[in-house]
């Protein structure tokens, strides 16, 4: 049972469909309001569904494709969180009710060069409500341009369960959202989703290790973000172990042959920072009481806006203790390479949250240049970002 529904407010851009090839076709089946099974196919049904925004992308471009002969919806994001909505109460007549399922097995793929690096979940009910839960499946360096089985168990991620706008109704989810996380900002990444099932039975199945490893604690006192071990980086991208205002990768900015990250200021952006996560980086906080500066290479291009020195935080696991600078560094040139070094020692940190000490517990720094109003075009890329 399909019903039409308006588009529930979403940003839809369709992609130009491939030529239909012979082959299964398209399912979509529910028994029940905790299971269903969706199996997507190149066909009239799918594109019947596109057509009427039954299924939609915000922020992002959906289509279909056919790929050895599996038919699959293609996902093209345009910003670093780009939703794929799957009206599911249109789909089948009724909402579904996500605090009772159990296993969502996907079938997906990410083709090499993509700079998708987790895919989480996002729940929309009829009021509009929507919230989610973090990454179900981060495990694709070394795994792309073939088909990945991950079964996701839904009861143990429902703890970690967030809102992301008003008071999610997750017992009636009117749309599940597909929501990657994109590395690479400055240009598009795409992933491939061929079926999804939903189920309170376990689903049968030989299943790809849907999340990567976190690092062994290793000593983090100095320690060096190079960015440059292939391997290293995509596996910190995959648990998001830094993070940067429209954030991309680039081999070669001005001249630098090593890779380098971006951090952007845009008019709908309130602030340009840069986010690294020890305890992601080296699978343990840092004793900061050790460390004697902070330094990192960094090339602003020449025409970005003025903006009035930076801020830096540091911070204990999940910013419930808070030391602030405003006055961090502020002897910025623009057009070419620099290095900028701080000593800890020289700057007037204020502990502007919580009563514990925050040096010998480090989880989190965080880099921020202060933008004058709404004078925000600025680009910087950052090498070599270290504590020593």
């Given at each position: 049972?399909?019903h039409?529904?308006?588009?529930?407010?979403?940003?839809?851009?369709?992609t130009?469909?491939?030529?239909?090839?012979?082959?299964?076709?398209?399912?979509?089946a529910?028994?029940?309001?905790?299971?269903?099974?969706?199996d997507?196919?190149?066909?009239?049904?799918?594109?019947?569904?596109?057509?009427?925004?039954?299924?939609?992308?915000?922020?992002?471009s959906?289509?279909?494709e056919?790929?050895?002969g599996?038919?699959?919806?293609?996902?093209?994001?345009?910003?670093?969180?780009?939703?794929?909505?799957?009206?599911?109460?249109?789909?089948?007549?009724?909402?579904?009710?996500?605090?009772?399922?159990?296993?969502?097995?996907v079938?997906?793929?990410?083709?090499?060069?993509?700079?998708i690096?987790?895919?989480k979940?996002n729940?929309?009910?009829?009021?509009?409500?929507?919230?989610?839960i973090?990454?179900?499946?981060?495990?694709?360096?070394?795994?792309?341009?073939?088909?990945l089985?991950?079964?996701?168990?839904?009861?143990?991620?429902?703890?970690?369960?967030?809102n992301?706008?008003?008071?999610?109704?997750?017992p009636?989810?009117?749309?599940?959202s597909l929501?990657?996380?994109?590395g690479?900002?400055?240009?598009?990444?795409?992933?491939?989703?061929?079926?999804?099932?939903?189920?309170?039975?376990?689903?049968?199945g030989?299943?790809?290790?849907?999340?990567?490893e976190?690092?062994?604690?290793?000593?983090?006192?100095?320690y060096?973000?190079?960015f440059?071990?292939?391997?290293?980086?995509?596996?910190?991208?995959?648990?998001?172990?830094?993070?940067?205002?429209?954030?991309?990768?680039?081999?070669g900015i001005?001249g630098?042959?090593?890779?380098?990250?971006?951090?952007?200021g845009?008019?709908?952006?309130q602030?340009?920072a840069?986010?690294?996560m020890?305890?992601?980086?080296?699978?343990?906080?840092?004793?900061?009481?050790?460390v004697?500066?902070?330094?990192?290479?960094?090339?602003?291009?020449?025409?970005?806006?003025?903006?009035?020195g930076?801020?830096?935080?540091?911070?204990?696991e999940?910013?419930?203790?808070?030391?602030?600078?405003?006055?961090?560094?502020?002897?910025?040139?623009?057009?070419?390479?620099?290095?900028a070094?701080?000593?800890?020692?020289?700057?007037?940190?204020?502990?502007?949250?919580?009563t514990?000490?925050?040096?010998?517990?480090?989880?989190?720094?965080?880099?921020?240049?202060n933008?004058?109003?709404?004078?925000?075009?600025?680009?910087?890329?950052?090498?070599?970002?270290?504590?020593?």
């Open positions: 049972m399909r039409t529904l308006p588009l529930l407010g979403l940003v839809v851009l369709l130009s469909c491939s030529t239909p090839e012979a082959g299964p076709s398209s399912t979509y529910s028994g029940d309001r905790t299971s269903f099974t969706i997507f196919a190149n066909d009239d049904a799918t594109r019947a569904l596109l057509a009427e925004g039954s299924i939609a992308g915000s922020d992002a959906v289509g279909l056919t790929i050895d599996e038919g699959a919806l293609r996902v093209a994001t345009i910003t670093e969180f780009s939703d794929a909505f799957i009206d599911l109460e249109a789909l089948f007549g009724y909402p579904i009710d996500f605090s009772e399922a159990r296993y969502l097995a079938r997906m793929m990410v083709p090499e060069g993509s700079w690096k987790a895919l979940l729940f929309r009910d009829a009021q509009g409500n929507m919230g989610g973090p990454e179900v499946s981060n495990n694709f360096y070394g795994h792309t341009d073939q088909w089985d991950v079964l996701v168990d839904l009861q143990t991620m429902m703890p970690d369960f967030e992301w706008s008003g008071e999610t109704d997750v009636n989810v009117k749309a599940l929501n990657p996380y994109n690479h900002q400055a240009d598009s990444s795409v992933y491939y989703v061929s079926r999804l099932q939903l189920s309170n039975t376990p689903i049968p030989t299943y790809h290790d849907a999340l990567a976190r690092p062994i604690a290793e000593p983090n006192i100095p060096t973000m190079t440059d071990d292939p391997e290293v980086l995509h596996q910190q991208m995959a648990i998001r172990a830094f993070e940067t205002t429209y954030q991309a990768m680039e081999t001005a630098n042959e090593t890779m380098a990250v971006r951090v952007q845009q008019p709908d952006k602030y340009i840069f986010l690294p020890i305890d992601k980086l080296t699978g343990a906080p840092a004793d900061f009481r050790n004697e500066r902070i330094a990192f290479d960094y090339y602003i291009t020449e025409d970005s806006s003025p903006f009035d930076s801020s830096f935080f540091i911070v204990t999940k910013w419930q203790n808070i030391l602030l600078t405003r006055d961090f560094y502020d002897d910025f040139e623009y057009g070419s390479w620099q290095t070094s701080v000593a800890l020692a020289d700057l007037d940190l204020e502990q502007v949250s919580g514990e000490p925050v040096l010998p517990n480090v989880y989190e720094l965080r880099l921020d240049l933008y004058r109003g709404d004078d925000k075009a600025i680009e910087m890329w950052v090498d070599n970002f270290r504590w020593e």
